[in-house]
């Protein structure tokens, strides 16, 4: 079974720093990885996804994520972080072997607090 | 740009209830899935549905069932609902992937409090 790990509960960051919320995967074909953000009480916002190419993938409000296949990882980061970009960010990996309307698995969530 | 509509936006039920949630996908999505949501856990798979047809299939107890209509829009009926049902509830829809491996929209949740 495809699945994917937050390894941090938290990150804090101060505002201008640069951020990294860390995402590791385990899939049995090729990985198609995406990166979720929700603020309180709302749905969540699709950021950016991986399918195949480039292995920097850019997407919204400034955010890109590296996929390192050797490492198994897609780590998302922004180069300087918003206290605005306070929220909780979920990875998620799409089920590869199933149908049209495959499934996204996702992991436990990482909360991201930036402060002045 | 239209979303992902979602009502009721709030709900709350006595135990052994009916709940009916409605979900209204963004104009021209296909697909429709349905995750459930926890206090502080991750969203889980329930069910989804591709042109009216069920397509796959996660963690739904068997007092819940779904279906997606002729306009596309879907509905989670859940019958006996428990105290441990109360949870966040989202519809995401897509286009179908047709090899694009499409990304997900989420609308903004169904809160279910099971009294």
């Known amino acids: 079974a495809q699945s994917v790990a937050q390894p941090e509960d938290q990150v804090n960051v101060a505002e201008g720093n640069p951020l990294t919320v860390k995402c590791t995967y385990s899939v049995s074909g090729n990985p198609y990885l995406f990166w979720y953000v929700q603020y309180p009480n709302r749905g969540l916002q699709f950021l950016l996804k991986?399918?195949?190419?480039?292995?920097l993938v850019k997407g919204s409000y400034g955010f890109e994520a590296e996929f390192n296949k050797s490492q198994t990882s897609f780590h998302l980061k922004k180069p300087s972080a918003l206290v605005s970009d306070s929220a909780l960010y979920f990875c998620a990996v799409r089920d590869e072997n199933t149908g049209t309307a495959s499934k996204l698995t996702f992991g436990t969530g990482t909360r991201l607090q930036v402060t002045l | 740009a239209a979303g992902v509509i979602q009502s009721p936006r709030h709900l709350i039920k006595e135990k052994r209830e009916t709940a009916t949630l409605k979900c209204y996908p963004i104009p021209r999505h296909d697909t429709v899935y349905w995750y459930q949501q926890g206090p502080g856990q991750d969203p889980q798979f329930l069910i989804s549905?591709?042109?009216?047809?069920?397509?796959d299939k996660g963690s739904i107890p068997d007092r819940f069932s779904a279906q997606q209509f002729s306009d596309y829009h879907s509905e989670l009926n859940m019958s006996s609902l428990e105290l441990g049902d109360s949870a966040l509830y989202f519809c995401?829809?897509?286009?179908?992937?047709?090899?694009?491996?499409?990304?997900?929209?989420f609308g903004p949740g169904t809160r279910l409090t099971v009294l």
């Open positions: 549905f591709y042109e009216k047809m069920q397509s």
């Open positions: 991986y399918i195949t190419g480039d292995n």
């Open positions: 995401a829809s897509s286009l179908a992937d047709g090899g694009s491996y499409n990304e997900q929209f």
